[in-house]
């Protein structure tokens, strides 16, 4: 069984994070090459990519001039796999995806995806976080165009995904607003429209439904299973909230224990109170 160990450290915030993994100024962005020809492909008509495997090999978890995690991490996400992580605040799990995204080196071991090093961000693993860090000149079109702007994916190319992806998410009629006319459901589905929109192989995911009301938060959940089939990214996904993480996992890491179990019957709401859910909930409780 894999294995995760207990972990102390503060995780920083999801600002950060979000202004590390998006390279590049948005003013580089916004200048990004613009020609395109009408006959480009459409995003559906691209095979979806096989998701990363991703893995920590001995990593020693932390800030060189911070608290480190005390044990070593060993864990092995497999391609396609939903792994739910969740742990006390301030345990480490923001840290924990800021290392698999390659944007604080692991103080010891090796972080790897497909069995290469992770060094770096790169544009394969895409970061979610609880705030959903809109920019706020941008409409919704054009901040789900970003990360494809930064790639330099021609203008009519990266319209036609945006405009794909919003639809998907529910969100058609919003493409010319800006952020601050969304509710926070809706940001957060735009947040989720834009970190797909560039086809990631990877995608980590930092409480991204924490601040919303429980029944935005079980659509938006219904709606990340809907979306995510056919994908095929990983995902890795923190939560503060046991029920979530047991309905979307496919196997849950207990971050302060160490143990990664596998789920009994992931997301299928119908499940939740069969005795093998309600023993699995009460022994993720008790780790916390």
């Excluded at 952020?179 to 970190?195: E, I, K, M, N, T």
Aim: hydrophobic letters at 40%.
């Amino acid at each position: 069984m894999s294995t995760v160990s207990p972990s102390t450290v503060s995780a920083e915030s999801p600002e950060s994070a979000e202004n590390a993994a998006s390279a590049g100024s948005a003013g580089s962005a916004e200048n990004a090459a613009s020609a395109g020809s009408a006959g480009s492909v459409r995003p559906t008509d691209v095979p979806a990519p096989a998701g990363a495997e991703l893995a920590l090999h001995g990593v020693r978890l932390g800030h060189p001039d911070g608290v480190a995690v005390p044990h070593p991490v060993d864990l092995r996400i497999a391609s396609g796999e939903l792994l739910t992580v969740v742990g006390p605040s301030g345990c480490g799990k923001t840290t924990l995806l800021r290392t698999l995204a390659g944007l604080l080196p692991p103080l010891e071991g090796r972080v790897t995806q497909d069995g290469e090093p992770v060094r770096r961000p790169g544009a394969d693993r895409a970061l979610v976080f609880q705030h959903d860090a809109l920019l706020p000149w941008r409409s919704v079109r054009a901040n789900v165009e970003l990360p494809l702007a930064i790639r330099r994916t021609p203008r009519a190319e990266r319209r036609r995904s945006a405009e794909e992806w919003l639809e998907r998410v529910g969100l058609g009629g919003h493409a010319g607003k800006l952020p601050h006319q969304l509710s926070g459901g809706q940001r957060q589905r735009v947040q989720l429209a834009r970190a797909l929109a560039g086809r990631p192989r990877a995608v980590l995911m930092d409480e991204p439904f924490g601040a919303l009301d429980a029944h935005t938060r079980a659509g938006m959940q219904d709606l990340l299973v809907e979306i995510l089939r056919g994908t095929g990214a990983t995902v890795v996904f923190v939560t503060h909230d046991v029920d979530e993480a047991l309905h979307l996992g496919d196997r849950v890491a207990l971050f302060a224990s160490g143990e990664v179990l596998d789920v009994p019957h992931p997301r299928s709401r119908d499940a939740r109170q069969a005795p093998e859910t309600a023993a699995l909930r009460r022994r993720v409780l008790d780790s916390l």
